[in-house]
């Protein structure tokens, strides 16, 4: 008979946040997947564990995971942790919890903190309905598309993001969203230096510019309030290029792919400019 693998939910912080139910689970199965080992070895010593402790990250090879398997077909409980908060909400741990899926071993969440729910509830800009959106690519055609995504979305959209990166990242929604668009940061969530900034993305943007933040960052964004269009997205590299081949100039081709598609100028100027 197989071997159990839990999803525990660990604090983003503070260690007051961990669930007894998570604390039981983590003293009593065979072995932990952790993304980082460094990061969960604390934990578990504070809970008096004496699991072994795997790693299991973003870089890990099928030997790794086949290991995690091989345990769990013996039938090894085995729990799943991330850094902090829940496993394989965009973290490598996604992966794992597919493989045992598709093993038919049984997979049980023992539920606590998420950065996305945190944060949401701190806001200040709703969170009847949200999308979800990770971390965005670093560039190119499939991070225009998210952010314009953001900019489209009735919803209020949550997004993860290095500190580093975070002035950028807020530099990029106000392009696409307007600068005037409502926004929170939320970093550094239940530890002693905690802190959510809201104002306008051109606020935000400033302010993370001239002080980054230190400490993984979430970021909100206020949606449109307004209902997306139902319509097939337009295909807007192929459209800019049609009236490039034209003879149109740049700046002209941006207007005319900011009129058709409704997507805003900035926007529409970043994505000729790149082509």
């Known amino acids: 008979m197989a071997g159990t693998l839990y999803v525990v939910a660990t604090p983003l912080g503070n260690l007051e946040d961990l669930s007894p139910r998570a604390a039981a689970t983590l003293s009593r199965v065979t072995a ?21 402790l795997m790693s299991f990250h973003a870089h890990s090879n ?29 973290d490598p741990g996604a992966a794992l919890v597919a493989a045992a899926r598709e093993r038919d071993i049984p997979v049980v969440t023992v539920p606590g903190p998420t950065a996305v729910a945190a944060a ?47 002035a950028e990242l807020l530099e990029d929604l106000g392009a696409a969203c307007g600068g005037e668009r409502r926004g929170a940061v939320a970093r550094e969530l239940t530890k002693v230096f905690e802190e959510t900034r809201a104002g306008t993305l051109t606020e935000l ?47 002209d081709v941006a207007d ?17 400019n790149e082509l």
Not at 256 to 272: D, F, K, W
């Open 120 to 166: 949401l509830s701190v806001s200040g800009l709703g969170a009847d309905r949200y999308l979800f959106l990770g971390f965005l690519p670093r560039k190119g055609a499939e991070r225009r598309r998210l952010l314009e995504t953001v900019a489209r979305s009735e919803w209020t959209v949550v997004l993860f993001e290095a500190p580093l990166r975070a």
């Open 256 to 272: 005319q792919v900011a009129e058709e598609t409704g997507i805003t100028r900035n926007a529409a100027y970043r994505l000729v």
């Open 32 to 52: 932990v997947a952790a993304e980082d080992t460094r990061h969960t070895k604390p934990l578990l010593a504070h809970v008096g564990s004496h699991a072994d």
């Open 62 to 90: 099928e030997g790794a995971l086949r290991r995690i398997l091989h345990l769990l077909g013996s039938g090894k409980d085995v729990a799943l942790v991330t850094d902090a908060g829940t496993p394989a909400v965009s």
């Open 205 to 251: 943007a400033g302010y993370y510019a001239a002080a980054p933040p230190r400490g993984e960052v979430t970021v909100v964004v206020a949606g449109t309030g307004k209902p997306v269009r139902e319509e097939p997205p337009p295909d807007l590299e192929a459209r800019a290029r049609t009236l490039l081949a034209q003879g149109m100039t740049r700046r």
